[in-house]
T-cell receptor, first 112, second 112 residues
Framework: ELKVEQNPLFLSMQEGKNYTIYCNYS?????LYWYRQDPGKSLESLFV?????AVKQEGRLMASLDTKARLSTLHITAAVHDLSATYFC????????????FGTGTRLKVLA | NAGVTQTPKFQVLKTGQSMTLQCAQD?????MYWYRQDPGMGLRLIYY???????DKGEVPNGYNVSRLNKREFSLRLESAAPSQTSVYFC???????????FGPGTRLTVL
């Protein structure tokens, strides 16, 4: 069964702290996507990781991809309240298809 | 440039009623998708259309039908709504394979 698992599912952290969200997937894929969703809102693309070893950074967020380990990480540096949201990772199932499988999401709450 | 638009935003149906959710994108994207989002389950793919004129089943197609009316529009139809179809429905599009998806604002559907 194809699975995309994120952990933790819930994360409450203090402002200024660092933390990492993990995304493990069971299928062969060289491409992984991170999205952000604010409560009651739609999903917004954060990062597209298209190859093994890819690393992308935007502000306090940095994402990386290890296709051999089938693992992606989303690292948060010096968290601020505005980063409070739910973060999803997604993989496309196999080359030549257009199917994406999403993780269950990590709900992040940054406490002031 | 409106991006991906969905109508309606909210809908309440009685069991057995039918309805069509509309989705349109103005980004000249080739691929379009319908997802449902349920608490604790992330997003699950219902149907997708890799290009105009083609549609394929996703993870949870039962109880739904789709139509790719043209390159811009992709509709989702519930022929006989059931309480299990209570969910938030998102439409998304991508320019090509291996691109991030752009999501619409969602339709919150309740089936009584």
């Amino acid at each position: 069964e194809l699975k995309v698992e994120q952990n933790p599912l819930f994360l409450s952290m203090q402002e200024g702290k660092n933390y990492t969200i993990y995304c493990n997937y069971s299928t062969t894929s060289d491409r992984l996507y991170w999205y952000r969703q604010d409560p009651g809102k739609s999903l917004e693309s954060l990062f597209v990781l298209l190859s093994n070893g890819a690393v992308k950074q935007e502000g306090r967020l940095m994402a990386s991809l290890d296709t051999k380990a089938r693992l992606s990480t989303l690292h948060i540096t010096a968290a601020v309240h505005d980063l409070s949201a739910t973060y999803f990772c997604a993989v496309d199932i196999a080359s030549g298809t257009y199917k994406y499988i999403f993780g269950t999401g990590t709900r992040l709450k940054v406490l002031a | 440039n409106a991006g991906v638009t969905q109508t309606p935003k909210f809908q309440v149906l009685k069991t057995g009623q039918s309805m069509t959710l509309q989705c349109a994108q103005d980004m000249n994207h080739n691929s379009m998708y319908w997802y449902r989002q349920d608490p604790g389950m992330g997003l699950r793919l219902i149907y997708y259309s890799a290009s105009e004129g083609t549609t394929d089943k996703g993870e949870v197609p039962n109880g739904y039908n789709v139509s790719r009316l043209n390159k811009r529009e992709f509709s989702l139809r519930l022929e006989s709504a059931a309480p299990s179809q209570t969910s938030v429905y998102f439409c998304a599009s991508t320019r090509t394979l291996y691109n991030e998806q752009f999501f619409g604002p969602g339709t919150r559907l309740t089936v009584l």
